[in-house]
């Protein structure tokens, strides 16, 4: 009893979270009341009333406007003060001053109330748009709301110069024509990951998915690619509107764990992306496409939450974290678990080692260039990083709401795509199928951009197409914006194909100006190489020191994360793969979001 | 009659060879090096691979005693991850550094399963050593066009070159230049701007 009380508490605590996480950055008060943009299928709204966000931290809309906008009739009875709208065959129902509302016939409670305003009739916005199927989606960067009621992808734009257009959905079709860049294409159909296509003057064919952009950004199809961009659904209890798969994580690529049939009802925990956490009547936790749920509304979340939980429990998912902190001024790391084995360097005070192994007083840590070592478990403090500190939107301990995340400002690098002299954009390492460097990084950037928004970080790319800045140009943002760090990402290649897996760079070499960053620069490079080891699943190749450009030019803490190897064919494949890069994203802010736990804590 | 029709045979594969790469510029010499090439501005262009000019081969003979000396290059490792040493003897003429340097662009010795650290058609156009240690290297273009990319193969390209230089007594620092200018980066990410010393912790340690 007191337990269902507890996990109750907690995911209502988790849902104001996420509401209130994602309505703060940059909200812009007027009149005291946050004003909204709305966007539907990516066109501006305006109208007489703007939106606003009520004292609820919902997003209030005046109804006709966005009703009338979408198609959905709007019936107004005066005499009743209730508003009936309709979209198809879905009807909403709703009455003013009043949290009882209608949702085909059946009588729900909303967690706010529609209100009159200058004479017109505010409503929640997502709870009247998504109870008619329409995607509402949160951007807290900018502050908009956007409104789709289109069910896929239909307009796109080429990322990329000489794009083929090809007969059919793959490199082997003959090529119709080369597209340049910035074209505009219209989708008819998708086959893995190929689109078909029409282009404005009518010809159609075939384009590789990963050298567009969409246009406008819809629902993804089932199946489709997580991408992190959205906040959570702001939803508390779900039923699953058909056999849907419970997974281990918030991807299809996770083990599933177990079919739940149509109906099956769960709370909700969690969210990432536009993937649920959720936990069902038995206790069982897991992942499920947050497309395949419908929700169901519940009583209101108690003004006062009663209970604060005492602690979350441990996490399920993955190790702990564990470092150990340098805490004497110079410190030996032998090649074994005593003082009889040999040197193999030292660290300073303040340094952070992640610890693999340990053997009586003594702990077993990971350093740079691949290097392990033992260090004397007296001389050094262990920090573990609880799920509390991972701030990974779930597992979250409530009374810590703050996502680590939240406020930082983040320079992201896309490694290559400058301009080089004569013209040509430097496509980094190019995979033997044809996969660019370039390319590859710009989509895990995007990816990356949009997780880092979705947890309150305030976000600038150094570039989004080709770019005339040198590498000192590319540090000089980061520099100009005050930025806690800057994250240049990359994909690696090798004369040799065999060479595979995933590295972190840093630099900050003893004796130079940027000494004093050490142990930051090789806290953030173990720490993003760790989660994109655990994201992505590649081989660990360490971490390493080198003179990049982009390093040395950074007068913050740097890193440069080559995520896998395009030169490697197995590995070229996964770049190709939307999944694998959205995992590259995810653990790439996984990372960060650990690294600002820690420094939020020294 | 049978080594007739082979020869003309040869001759036709040969023919048809030479028509598809002027026309389709990709096909066979689509490799990992040279497809940059297409991106200098000329995508339907055949790559050639232009060998080193006769003058760039020291060998030649100017200035050979007729003795040989022992010097180390640095190679990838079969992995493509770290430098391994290869000592060659090779001839001791005027302009040593000059003639190591070739050898290192002329490759690994065949059958010892270490791997080139020079793109295909890089040329050695110039080198000075300075009396205060600082080599100052120029290569012809193709070393930036040609690089297949990613920080790992572009740090063994660097660093085969400093640590091969800095082997000699009379180097301690290397200064890059491209077509005699001064450079930021060779394939996007080493700071190659300004002199480069050895680096150690690239060669592999031997255990």
């Known amino acids: ?602 | 009659m049978r080594g007739r029709k082979n020869i003309s045979l040869l001759l036709a594969v040969a023919l048809l060879l030479g028509v598809a790469l002027s026309t389709s510029g990709c096909g066979v010499t689509k490799s990992l090096t040279s497809l940059k090439d297409r991106f200098a501005g000329k995508d339907s262009t055949p790559v050639v691979e232009v060998p080193p000019p006769e003058n760039q081969l020291p060998v030649s003979h100017q200035g050979f005693s007729g003795e040989t000396i022992k010097v180390t290059l640095y190679f990838a490792d079969s992995t493509g991850s770290y430098l391994v040493p290869e000592e060659r003897n090779i001839p001791k003429v005027v302009g040593l550094a000059r003639a190591t340097i070739q050898e290192l662009i002329n490759g690994p010795m065949p059958g010892s399963g270490l791997l080139p650290t020079i793109p295909a058609g890089v040329v050695l156009k110039d080198i000075n050593i300075k009396p205060d240690g600082l080599a100052i290297v120029d290569f012809n273009k193709q070393l930036m066009l040609n690089h297949p990319g990613g920080s790992t193969a572009e740090k063994l390209t660097v660093y085969s070159i400093v640590n091969t230089l800095t082997k000699f007594p009379t180097v301690d620092r290397v200064q890059f230049l491209v077509e005699g200018q001064y450079v930021k980066t060779i394939a996007g990410h080493v700071d190659v701007s300004t002199v480069m010393g050895r680096n150690e912790s690239l060669i592999k340690r031997a255990n």
């Open chain 1, 1 to 602: 009893m007191t337990g269902k009380l507890r996990q109750k508490t907690t995911a209502i605590l988790l849902s104001v979270f996420l509401l209130t996480g994602a309505v703060m950055p940059g909200a812009m008060a007027l009149e005291g009341r946050p004003l909204v943009q709305l966007r539907l299928n990516g066109s501006i709204l305006v109208g007489d009333t703007p939106a606003y966000i009520d004292s609820n931290n919902r997003t209030m809309v005046p109804i006709r406007l966005v009703g009338e906008s979408l198609g959905n009739v709007v019936d107004w009875n005066e005499q009743a003060r209730t508003v009936r709208i309709s979209r198809g065959d879905q009807v909403v129902g709703l009455t003013i001053n009043s949290r009882q509302a209608t949702v085909g016939g059946q009588v729900v409670t909303m967690d706010t109330e529609p209100v009159i305003v200058n004479n017109r009739t505010m409503v929640p916005l997502r709870f009247v748009m998504e109870n008619l199927g329409a995607r509402v989606i949160w951007d807290g960067a900018t502050n908009t709301v956007d409104i789709w009621n289109q069910p896929r992808v239909e307009r796109v734009v080429l990322t990329s110069d000489n794009v083929n257009l090809r007969q059919g959905a793959g490199t082997s079709f003959p090529r119709i024509e080369t597209l340049p860049k910035n074209t505009r294409l219209t989708v008819v159909a998708q086959s893995g990951e190929w689109l078909e296509v029409r282009t404005e003057s009518g010809k159609g064919g075939w384009v590789a998915g990963w050298l567009v952009q969409d246009l406008l950004v819809a629902a993804p199809d089932p199946g489709g690619v997580p991408d992190g961009v959205t906040t959570g659904p702001e939803v508390k209890r779900v039923e699953v509107t058909e056999n849907v798969n419970l997974r281990a994580g918030p991807a299809t690529t996770f083990t599933r764990l177990a079919l739940l049939p149509k109906g099956t009802a769960m709370t909700v925990i969690g969210a990432k992306g536009d993937w649920l956490e959720v936990r069902l009547e038995d206790g069982k936790q897991g992942w499920v496409a947050g497309w395949l749920v419908t929700e169901v509304v519940t009583a209101n979340p108690p003004a006062v939450p009663p209970v604060l939980p005492e602690k979350e429990t441990p996490s399920e998912h993955g190790e702990p974290l564990r470092l150990a902190v340098v805490n004497s001024s110079v410190v030996n790391v032998r090649s074994g678990p005593d003082i009889s084995f040999p040197l193999v360097t030292q660290v300073r005070s303040g340094q952070f080692l992640p610890v693999i192994g340990e053997q009586g007083d003594w702990y077993q840590v990971q350093m740079a260039e691949g290097k392990t070592g033992w260090i004397a478990g007296w001389l050094v403090s262990i920090r573990t990083l609880s799920t509390a500190a991972r701030g990974d939107g779930h597992g979250r301990d409530p009374v810590n709401r703050a996502d680590p995340l939240a406020g930082k400002i983040i320079v992201i690098d896309p490694g290559h795509g400058s301009i080089q002299p004569g013209n040509w954009s430097d496509p980094g390492a190019v995979g033997k199928n044809g996969l660019y460097e370039r390319d590859v990084v710009m989509d895990i950037s995007l990816r990356l951009r949009d997780i880092l928004i979705s947890r309150g970080a305030t976000v600038i790319l150094t570039r989004v197409g080709d770019t005339t800045l040198t590498l000192e140009g590319r540090a000089a943002i980061a520099n100009d914006a005050g930025a806690d760090v800057f994250v240049s990402v990359h994909a690696n290649a090798s004369t040799s194909r065999l060479l595979n897996g995933t590295t972190t760079y840093y630099y900050a070499p003893v004796g130079s100006p940027l000494e004093g960053q050490r142990a930051d620069r090789q806290l953030l490079a173990s720490l993003v190489q760790m989660e994109m080891v655990q994201a992505m699943g590649r081989r660990d190749a360490g971490i390493f020191e080198a003179s990049f450009s982009v390093l040395r030019n950074t007068t913050m803490p740097s890193i440069l994360a080559e995520t896998a190897f395009i030169s490697n064919p197995e590995e070229e494949a996964l770049l190709g793969d939307p999944v694998f890069r959205a995992q590259a994203a995810l653990g790439i802010a996984e990372g960060l979001a650990k690294y600002f736990a820690i420094k939020a804590e020294h």
